[in-house]
């Protein structure tokens, strides 16, 4: 089994910038693609970023520009770098993970972390 942590959430005010973690943790073998996804209320879960284990990265269109999504030099930790946030911004995130363990290979959710762009 693996487990994925977000951390690096919170309140920032339009225009601030934030960045977000996420370590992957566990009997891992290997990390395929990692993502960040978000959810606000009343609304589906989006993908935000992801990032493939070869460095190939893809955004949303709403945060191009804006987000960077990365890789940690250990492979098992993924980083979602936010700047020029917008109230429309604020969600819960989430880190997505394509794991392979000792059992299988399938995808991983973390917790999710509020992130809130407010005056």
């Known amino acids: 089994q693996a487990q994925l942590v977000e951390s690096g959430g919170g309140l920032v005010q339009p225009g601030g910038s934030l960045k977000l973690s996420c370590a992957a943790s566990?009997?891992?073998?290997?990390?395929?693609?990692m993502a960040w996804y978000r959810q606000s209320p009343g609304s589906q879960r989006e993908l935000v970023a992801n990032i493939t284990s070869g460095g190939s990265t893809a955004y949303a269109d709403s945060v191009k520009g804006r987000f960077t999504i990365s890789r940690g030099n250990a492979k098992n930790t993924v980083y979602l770098q936010m700047n020029s946030l917008k109230p429309e911004d604020t969600a819960v995130y989430y880190c997505?993970?394509?794991?392979?363990?000792?059992?299988?290979?399938?995808?991983?959710w973390g917790q999710g972390i509020q992130v809130t762009v407010s005056s």
């Open positions: 997505y993970g394509d794991i392979r363990t000792k059992i299988d290979e399938r995808d991983y």
């Open positions: 566990g009997a891992i073998f290997n990390i395929y693609a």
